[in-house]
């Protein structure tokens, strides 16, 4: 195995799990938004590979975004990460619960 296969595999392992690590987090308040870099900065992970996962998770339908300041509903490619705050919606609560299931989130 060369080393951009190996490099690929690593990343898409730590995609999987920081889903996971993202979609917990964001769970903590449960009914409450949770400031994004507030998580970033709680998991440690690197701002490119929570941005990955915070979009894949709000694409997926796992995340309700919005602007913290105008509390209107946001995305990453219309805001800036550090101005976003999530939180779970209901198919979000069903991953976490083990009712739904996702290869790419990590439980």
Known sequence: MDKETLNRRIS???FVENNGSV?????????????L?????????????I?????????????????????QPSSLSDDDFD???????AKGIQLLAGVIQDECVEI
Not at 56 to 71: P, Q, T, V
Not at 83 to 89: F, M, P
């Open 12 to 14: 898409a392992g730590n």
């Open 83 to 89: 101005a976003l705050e999530g939180k779970l919606t």
């Open 23 to 35: 979609l917990r987090a964001v769970n903590i308040l449960k009914t409450k938004f949770n400031r």
């Open 37 to 49: 870099k507030d998580i970033k900065y709680a998991l440690n992970i690197d701002k490119n590979d």
């Open 51 to 71: 941005e990955n996962s915070v979009n894949y998770l709000h694409e997926a339908g796992y995340l309700h975004l919005r602007n913290s300041e105008n509390r």
